[in-house]
């Protein structure tokens, strides 16, 4: 049984920085794909960062040149480290990945930025 669980979320201020990582348990295998999603109250859920097991790395253009995903395949663990962080930041941040064809959520990480 996969199981994504989140971790590092806080509070901090405006211009701060936070790294949340994910830990996977069942897995015997590196994921196709992981990476990160985010969604606040009221919005939708939006794909943020996503690493391929080849290394291939994706961001949301909100994100870009502000957040960082890394993995380490032989623990299928990732990381998201988040600088200069934005109120509009805010968010439930989730892990996710494809494994073996299919699709998995973990229960989500809260990440609060204050200005």
């Known amino acids: 049984q996969v199981q994504l669980v989140e971790s590092g979320g806080g509070l901090v201020q405006a211009g701060g920085s936070l790294r949340v990582s994910c830990a996977a348990s069942?897995?015997?295998?590196?994921?196709?794909?992981i990476g990160w999603s985010r969604q606040a109250p009221g919005k939708q859920r939006e794909l943020i960062a996503h690493?391929?097991?080849?290394?291939?790395?994706n961001y949301a253009d909100s994100v870009k040149g502000r957040f960082t995903i890394s993995r380490d395949n032989a623990k299928n663990t990732v990381s998201l480290q988040m600088n200069s962080l934005k109120p509009e930041d805010t968010s439930v941040y989730y892990c996710?990945?494809?494994?073996?064809?299919?699709?998995?959520w973990g229960q989500g990480t809260q990440v609060t930025v204050s200005s």
């Open positions: 690493i391929t097991s080849e290394g291939k790395i």
């Open positions: 069942g897995v015997i295998y590196s994921f196709n794909v």
């Open positions: 996710t990945a494809n494994y073996l064809g299919k699709v998995y």
